[in-house]
């Protein structure tokens, strides 16, 4: 592989995939000439006639950028990564068939709109263009011709409009509620650890000190508080089996198998928040969306503008913003009437069952039910091909059938009324694996003119739920939540929905249905004049019927202050927001940390804390040190504190963690103080916060120097943008080079606005996720918006446009964003000409 890379840079193969952005390509199935102009950044803009030449133009220029990237992912989503990369994709293609992404997406094409199938289509169409005139997989990436030796012979197949949709199920995945907190609940009460020990691990959301989405007066549920009226759930019972830990634990392996494409963990979230013109300097709304996915080179979003020449029925779109390569449209962004921004809703869409299965039966009210099977057969380049059972209940697939626990310590698990048993098995029901209609949504969404048309478009999202905030050029703005939601009987605020896997045999535990769109939360207009969204819980009402499990709410509080605190918001001051890097939650454990005795070298290290305000910025000024200290600190406290957790479930140190660790710290004698591993002696948090300040002195003293004052916070905390598949493990780093960018010094931090996070459970403090984008949309002046994305346009390494964005990305400046025809015309640097092919053209 080594020798193939120095090949590769001898004789130049790298730019032979780079695209042809100016002159003129004939391009099959065109109706009449589109133009794309592309500006500094190599943004294309895409002027056509007709929505199919728009949509087949959108296809082909998305093939240009990033076909690799799309063939990657169609590979994912249908479970076969394998076929591509080999063995390593196996698991992951397993979990994934078991799921059967690609079969719900065959359900879903023929019940869209037929408007959106014919869009799907055209895309499809313009990937298969450009597929033609590739001619070779070499020549449509550089990443082809590393793996060619793995997988010689690689043939590219047609795209078609699954393949877009498919793409919707990863992202469904990664924004589903938490389904690791779950699972995690069942393995720890297999502890000795007490259900109420257990339960102090998840708080309630403090409602006291970090404001819900939507106040009381904005809005009231309706019939969704009727669900606290169900029946009681049944006594939470201790099951003693071994095959019921082995089912879980096998449920969790392979539900972590899955690849990531967005991102999961406390750091995955987003911040989006609209102002009233009555409270801006323009006079009117101002929209600010910064999505916190997983971060990787290239980037998850793309960017285009898309533009009917002329505005009609037949071609209505004039809309730009990012989008996923491989799903025409517009994601998130704006057209000429209204903005869009999205953060995760996080409703708790998936439950697990626990089944009790017998051969090929399982109980269910008493009687014994057949399993539902099908067979598949997963392809491995370099390899024996591996055929594969998928198993079903009523619920959904086995989950529990597919990857082998790793880890079966303990002897008990807690289950929802669950009786004994000698054989069980764990399956998955998830919302996402019933056909939807989040293709139509996308397309409603880019031609909405005003609030009714958003609202209808946002009733076709089906998953995953977001937080939609709007506004418009008339001058209103609005929040409204969507998605299928489930109905479970069993759900009261004393027991939570999916709080525990529930018992399969019971049918009192099938969710009943879906929140009719009506009763999910909204508001228009509301009298405070600005609204924020940041993942933090969307009401005030105890009935959970959304989750019990929120972001905890320190951002969305952090940007609600800094707008409260704002007269008049202007432009600049959204994009500064975005930037902000003080951790509020802080300030109040500096407090008891700078009440903790220490010896005097560990003191040196612990001053930097004096008058520190939690501001965690990458530069060489105090308040760096501080935070470098501060984090190191906390880092240490999780570990000693919750030094009994499986490392898999260890603290992340996000939110959620901050909250339990400021309730533990008002019971200075709570047993999660306790280090069980120092018999005859209790240990108290005075014991485990001294033991956090010294070992976090000695660890930065190694890793930065012995001088407190030299350290800065960016040192530790710092980004690799890794390319998922050659810049993994195991691919010679002559050729992760190609494609990697590494070392990316950044401030911020977990529950930071500008939320660049980590895991406080992994080592180092190495940032795992953060904003994927940044967008200001100024409604009074659409030229005047912003934006910039985390890497760059294209998907070709050492393309100029490969990693463009990353400087300004990481400096939270932005670029311009022309939407109007003489705003893109300024702003052109090449102009590429697509006309249908002419009659002497060779077919």
């Known amino acids: 592989m080594a020798v193939v890379g120095v090949g590769i840079l001898a004789i130049g193969v790298v730019r032979q995939s780079f695209p042809q952005t100016s002159g003129q390509l004939e391009i099959e199935g065109l109706t009449s000439s589109v133009s794309v102009h592309r500006d500094a950044q190599g943004v294309p803009t895409i002027y056509a006639d007709n929505a199919s030449d728009l949509f087949r133009a959108q296809g082909f220029v998305s093939a240009q950028d990033r076909f690799f990237e799309m063939d990657l992912r ?15 994709g196996l698991d992951k293609d397993k979990v994934i068939r078991t799921m059967g992404w690609r079969r719900i997406a065959e359900q879903e094409l023929p019940k869209l709109a037929p408007e959106t199938r014919q869009y799907l289509q055209a895309y499809a169409d313009g990937v298969n263009a450009y597929i033609k005139k590739a001619e070779t997989p070499e020549k449509m990436s550089l990443e082809y011709t590393v793996l060619a030796r793995r997988n010689p012979g690689y043939r590219v197949e047609p795209w078609t409009p699954v393949d877009s949709l498919s793409w919707l199920k990863a992202m469904a995945w990664d924004l589903r509620g938490d389904y690791n907190d779950e699972l995690a609940r069942a393995r720890l009460s297999r502890t000795t650890r007490s259900l109420k020990q257990i339960n102090l691990l998840y708080p309630p959301y403090p409602v006291d000190r970090n404001q819900p989405i939507l106040s009381e ?12 009226a169900s029946p009681a759930p049944a006594a939470l019972t201790a099951m003693r089996s071994e095959d019921g830990n082995a089912a879980i634990d096998s449920a969790l392996a392979s539900v972590n198998a899955v690849p990531s494409s967005l991102g999961r963990g406390d750091g995955i ?5 609209v102002v009233s013109g009555s409270r801006t300097t323009t006079g009117k709304p101002l929209l600010a969306n910064d999505p916190h996915l997983a971060l990787s080179i290239p980037g998850i979003w793309g960017q285009v503008n898309l533009q009917c020449r002329t505005l009609s ?11 996923f390569s491989g799903l025409p449209g517009v994601v998130i962004g704006h057209n000429d009437k209204i903005a869009w921004g999205m953060t995760n809703l996080g409703p708790d869409v998936t439950d697990f069952y626990l089944e009790q299965v017998s051969g090929d039966g399982y109980l269910r009210d008493g009687l014994t039910k057949p399993l539902e099977t099908r067979q598949e057969v997963i392809k491995v380049a370099g390899g024996a091909d591996v055929p594969l059972t998928v198993r079903s209940t009523v619920h959904g697939p086995i989950m529990s059938d597919i990857v082998p626990a790793i880890d079966a310590a303990g002897d008990r698990s807690v289950v929802r009324g669950a009786p004994q048993s000698n054989r069980y098995a764990v399956s998955l029901a998830w919302t996402a694996l019933t056909p939807g209609t989040t293709a139509d949504a996308i397309f409603a969404l880019n031609r909405a003119t005003n609030w009714s048309d958003f609202r209808k478009a946002a009733a076709l999202f089906s998953v995953p739920s977001q937080n939609l905030v709007y506004a418009d050029t008339a001058g209103h703005i609005g929040y409204q939540a969507p998605g299928k939601i489930p109905v479970r009987r069993s759900a009261t605020p004393a027991a939570p929905p999916g709080f525990w896997p529930s018992p399969g045999w019971d049918s009192q535990w099938d969710w009943k249905g879906y929140v009719p769109f009506d009763d999910l939360p909204n508001t228009f207009d509301p009298a405070e004049g600005f609204i924020v969204t940041a993942n933090q819980a969307v009401t005030a009402s105890p009935t959970p019927f959304l989750t019990s499990e929120w972001d905890y709410g320190f951002r969305a509080q952090r940007i609600r202050t800094l707008l409260a605190a704002t007269p008049k918001v202007s432009p600049e001051t959204m994009s500064q927001i975005q930037g902000d890097t003080r951790n509020t939650y802080a300030p109040g454990l500096v ?3 700078l009440a903790v005795q220490v010896d005097d070298f560990t003191a040196q290290a612990q001053r930097l804390l004096r008058d520190w305000d939690g501001n965690q910025p990458n530069d060489k000024t105090r308040d760096a040190a501080s935070a470098a200290y501060y984090n190191a600190v ?12 499986p490392p898999d479930i260890a603290p992340d140190g996000g939110s959620r963690w901050m909250v339990v660790m400021e ?8 047993d999660w103080w306790d280090d069980k591993t120092t018999p005859g002696v209790t240990e108290g948090s005075g014991e485990i916060l001294k033991r956090a300040l010294v070992e976090a002195r000695l660890d930065l003293a190694r890793e930065l120097g012995k001088v407190p004052a030299t350290w800065r916070w960016g040192r530790l905390h710092s980004l690799d943008l890794t390319h998922q598949v050659m810049g993994a493990d195991g691919v010679p780093e002559l050729v992760q080079n190609l494609f990697n960018r590494n070392d990316i010094e950044l401030g911020g931090g977990n529950s930071i606005v500008n939320a660049n996070a980590w895991n406080a459970s992994k080592p180092g403090y190495d940032v795992t996720s953060g904003p994927s984008m940044r967008m200001v949309v100024d409604l009074g002046n659409l030229d005047a918006s912003r934006w910039v994305n985390s890497t760059g346009q294209s998907g070709h390494a050492y393309d100029d446009h490969y990693s463009d964005q990353i400087d300004a990305w990481a400096a939270n400046e932005t670029f311009g964003w022309p939407f109007s025809a003489t705003a893109v015309r300024e702003a052109t640097d090449d102009e590429l000409t697509l006309v249908p092919p002419s009659p002497t053209s060779n077919p």
């Open 74 to 88: 169609r590979h994912v989503t249908a479970g076969r990564l394998s076929e591509l990369v080999g063995s390593a």
């Open 217 to 228: 007066q904005d809005w009231q549920p309706a019939s969704a508080s009727d669900q606290a």
């Open 591 to 593: 407090e008891r940390l």
């Open 663 to 670: 309730q533990l710290l008002k019971d200075p004698k709570n």
């Open 634 to 645: 906390w880092k240490h406290l999780l570990e000693y504190t919750f030094d009994e957790l």
């Open 313 to 323: 029925a037949a071609c209505p779109f004039q809309v730009s913003g990012f989008t």
């Open 269 to 273: 979230g987003s911040n989006s928040w």
